[in-house]
């Protein structure tokens, strides 16, 4: 591969090109990890390292599965079995700053055909649902200190006015549509309780099945920090963090994955891999049921998925896109959790891991060999996208890139 690293103004992000000509089909990988969820390989809590992170997302295997795929595919085009270009885009912090629209920004993916990205699971399937769009933003508040009992009159609480401010979210959630989320985390409420607050400070996210109906919920809560501003005297700042898109399905592209998934059959599990899953299960409080080892069928694509939000929306209305999802962690089983660690350190998650690289593999390999295929993939993309003009959320200047910590 002629891996091209730091693209997008990111260290972490690369391109890894393989080929020539067309298509040209690409996969995604994802590496990012989480905070605070370190965890052994074994089916009861026990962290590798106290309050370190671990994969409870399964990007660890995301990652690996993705690249397997585009090393088969690589070693097709080697050999001279098929024609064409393979691109592997290695896409950080897909859980905080959503590093994939940069790099859309950056037209890492103006020269591809289809894009290929799949999903650790509970369950397998050619994902054929979209996603929520989302806007992350915060809100800071800038009072005046005071000695909060000799003269609090001489004071103007920042904390006043984010108290204010997140009580006008909570009487918002009435009346909104049953499909909008909004969540906030209050990440400085001030420092201690003899001194009236000048700072103040909270992360604010807003969701919706689709942009069009995020963003005028987006707007009004930020008119409403003006309002809480106004009311506890003090001056305020909004800074947008970024957003995403919801994900625009590719129900061709789903059918092409489908019968992939259908030729290689469902994953078999040990019983010692049951048993695994079952104490998870057990200790999180979920019926003990084991692995779901079907293969699901393609389902209708619902117009309210509900579920979360991914930064693949961002790659969807750019290039057309396939989904996939591989079980890799027992049914039912808490996402973002250390039970999900713990399968993606041993056999449950390493054998979705291995049938991801076999699935995406397959189902490139009929894009590459049939061009009216990609021609379908493409013509649906197309049809779904419409007229609506893309364009990035996310602020003006070079990603956030965080600094180092130990």
Not at 205 to 229: C, F, I, L, N
């Amino acid at each position: 591969f002629n891996v091209e690293r730091g693209v997008a103004g990111m260290p972490t992000a690369f391109v890894a090109t393989y080929g020539s000509g067309s298509p040209v089909i690409s996969v995604l990988g994802e590496f990012d990890a989480l905070p605070g969820i370190s965890q052994k390989a074994t089916p009861t809590k026990s962290p590798l390292k106290e309050g370190a992170a671990g994969h409870g997302c399964g990007h660890n295997l995301f990652g690996a599965g993705s690249l397997g795929a585009a090393i088969a595919i690589k070693e097709l085009i080697q050999a001279g079995k098929i024609k064409g270009t393979v691109k592997f885009l290695g896409t950080p912090s897909e859980e905080k700053f959503f590093g994939k629209i940069w790099m859309v920004n950056a037209g890492l993916w103006d020269d591809v055909d289809v894009n290929i990205s799949w999903h650790p699971s509970a369950e397998t399937k050619a994902d054929v649902q979209s996603s929520l769009a989302l806007v992350d933003f915060k809100v800071e508040f800038f009072g005046q200190a005071a000695h909060a009992s000799a003269d609090p009159w001489n004071g103007r609480s920042a904390s006043d006015a984010l108290e204010l401010y997140a009580s006008g979210i909570n009487y918002y959630r009435e009346h909104v549509r049953p499909s909008v989320r909004m969540h906030y985390h209050i990440q400085d409420g001030g420092q201690v309780v003899n001194v009236v607050p000048d700072y103040s400070r909270i992360w604010v996210r807003v969701r919706d099945t689709k942009r069009s109906g995020m963003m005028p919920v987006y707007e009004r809560v930020q008119e409403m920090a003006k309002g809480a501003a106004i009311l506890a005297n003090v001056d305020y700042k909004i800074s947008l963090i970024s957003g995403i898109y919801e994900v625009l399905v590719n129900r061709e592209g789903g059918e092409i994955m489908q019968k992939n998934l259908e030729l290689l059959g469902p994953i078999e599990y040990t019983d010692d891999e049951i048993a695994f899953g079952k104490k998870i299960q057990e200790i999180t409080k979920k019926e003990q049921v084991g692995m779901d080892s079907a293969i699901n069928p393609l389902l209708d694509t619902k117009e309210n998925p509900g579920g979360g939000s991914t930064d693949v929306g961002d790659v969807s209305w750019n290039v057309a896109n396939i989904n996939l999802g591989v079980t890799t962690a027992p049914k039912d089983t808490p996402w973002h959790s250390w039970a999900v660690v713990a399968c993606g350190g041993m056999s449950i998650g390493h054998k979705g891991m291995l049938y991801s690289s076999k699935a995406m593999s397959m189902t490139m390999l009929d894009l590459f060999e049939n061009p009216a295929l990609v021609d379908k993939v493409k013509a649906e993309y197309k049809e779904r996208k419409g007229n609506e003009v893309y364009k990035a959320i996310i602020p003006e200047g070079p990603p956030p890139i965080p600094t180092k910590t130990k």
